[in-house]
């Protein structure tokens, strides 16, 4: 073998969707419904704090670099919050870490816990980068596919249920981790207390740790609530929780993240981060912690931006639902979070996008974005490569988007004939 060639840990990967998708969309330019970022500015609560730390009148320290795993005033912010949603008294310098978006507090996660050989159960579909994070880190993915259980008209992201027989079967000896991303992308479940239980009891028979990716904590609608596996009994000290500036405060640009929970477990992804990353962007840290101390004294009330966010995303995805079946597609209407995925086959029976490649929901995207200049993603992305067939119906909008761009996206799809 060449000693140019990748080297084992990378070797046999592929180029991510984002990758593809994100050089069509800078070709076509089409509206875009595809990656998860909202078309609007972040709140004044983050944003007037970051323009105030650079200003030249701004403290020129915050200019150079700060505390590797987490600039003081964020990790105290973020201590307050969650110890207060959690119950926990939670020690801001040894259970919480700053990381580069939550991606890499998943790259901390599997790289500082996983041994090669050890197995990380992902439930699919799943964010794209677990598996290849996972076998990066020598581990084994043990796959387990969320199953549609309805044959009512309307599906809602609830009626996607796992097994709790299948479940229990992924469990060994050998299982390290179980990856539960809540509020999910691209399903938009919110896994129910009693769902987390099921969960909880399984990690505690197996001494297995939980990873809960809550990114979209803050995104729940009709009055469902996000459920935090870390306060059920036993699970504090088994679960570590990943959140995301870039979805807490619609600045996925500023990609900044973080992980909390135990002590003893936290302290591997302080080793990964102290030896990679090291640390992260002071100004834009100082920004988050203000908006975190502001937002934090608002929860739940008029005036609090996380209570506006969902208020103002669930019109939005009430108002893609509709014009996505006025055209015989079905989504599956999301509890949280701001992705959906539908059923396009009923509408699109006849089209021919044989002149496209990948899977069948990659060429239905690619046709979408290239003949009618709306892209979504094909949710295959999100699946093992045994379990992609799952996905051959489905394709993956996000409404995160101005009024005037889901306008846009409603005028092309009913210019489509349904059930062409
Ligand atoms: C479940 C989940 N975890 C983690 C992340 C990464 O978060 P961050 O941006 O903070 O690294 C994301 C961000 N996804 O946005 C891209 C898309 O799905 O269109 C995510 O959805």
Not at 31 to 48: H, I, R
Not at 215 to 241: A, D, Q
Request: include cysteine; charge should be neutral.
């Amino acid at each position: 073998m060449s000693k140019f060639s990748p080297a084992q840990r990378v070797s046999g990967m592929g180029e991510s969707v984002w990758v593809e998708f994100g050089q069509l969309a800078l070709e076509v330019k089409p509206v875009n419904l595809g990656q998860g970022f909202p078309d609007m500015p972040p709140p004044e609560s983050v944003a007037k704090p970051l323009r105030e730390a650079v200003s030249k009148d701004g403290n020129f320290l915050l200019h150079q670099y700060t505390r590797g795993f987490g600039h003081p005033r964020l990790v105290n912010a973020l201590a307050g919050l969650y110890g207060r949603l959690t119950g926990h008294k939670i020690n801001p310098n040894t259970e919480v870490l700053i990381t580069v978006g939550a991606y890499e507090a998943l790259f901390c996660v599997f790289m500082g816990l996983v041994n090669p050989g050890d197995e990380v159960i992902i439930i699919e579909p799943f964010y794209d980068c677990y598996e290849p994070m996972v076998r990066m880190a020598g581990g084994v993915p043990v796959f387990i596919p969320l199953k549609l259980k309805t044959q009512n008209e309307t599906i809602s992201s609830a009626d996607w249920v796992l097994d709790p027989k299948e479940l229990a079967s992924k469990f060994s000896s050998k299982t390290k981790l179980i990856v539960i991303n809540t509020p999910h992308n691209p399903l938009g479940k919110v896994f129910s207390k009693e769902e987390l239980t099921v969960i909880a009891d399984l990690c505690k028979k197996h001494d297995v740790v939980a990873v809960m990716d809550e990114v979209y904590e803050w995104i729940v609608y009709g009055g469902k609530t996000h459920f935090r596996m870390n306060t059920l009994p036993g699970m504090w000290e088994r679960s570590i929780t990943i959140g995301s500036a870039g979805k807490t405060f619609s600045v996925t640009g500023w990609k900044t993240g973080w992980a909390y929970g135990p002590a003893n477990l936290m302290r591997a992804l302080q080793l990964v981060h102290q030896n990679s990353v090291y640390t992260c962007a002071t100004p834009i840290q100082e920004a988050i912690a203000i908006g975190l101390e502001i937002e934090t004294e608002k929860i739940g009330q008029n005036g609090s931006y996380w209570k506006e966010l969902a208020e103002e995303l669930e019109p939005k995805r009430d108002r893609i639902c509709k014009f996505l079946q006025s055209v015989g597609m079905k989504p599956t209407v999301p509890e949280g979070g701001y992705f959906l995925i539908a059923d396009y086959t009923q509408f699109a029976k006849n089209i021919d996008v044989s002149g496209f490649t990948g899977t069948p929901d990659s060429q239905f995207a690619k046709w979408l974005s290239t003949t009618h200049k709306l892209q979504g993603i094909p949710p295959s992305a999100f699946y093992s490569e045994e379990h992609k067939s799952y996905a051959k119906d489905y394709i993956r909008f996000c409404f995160f988007k101005q009024d005037s761009t889901l306008a846009q996206a409603e005028a092309i799809i009913k210019t489509l004939p349904s059930k062409m």
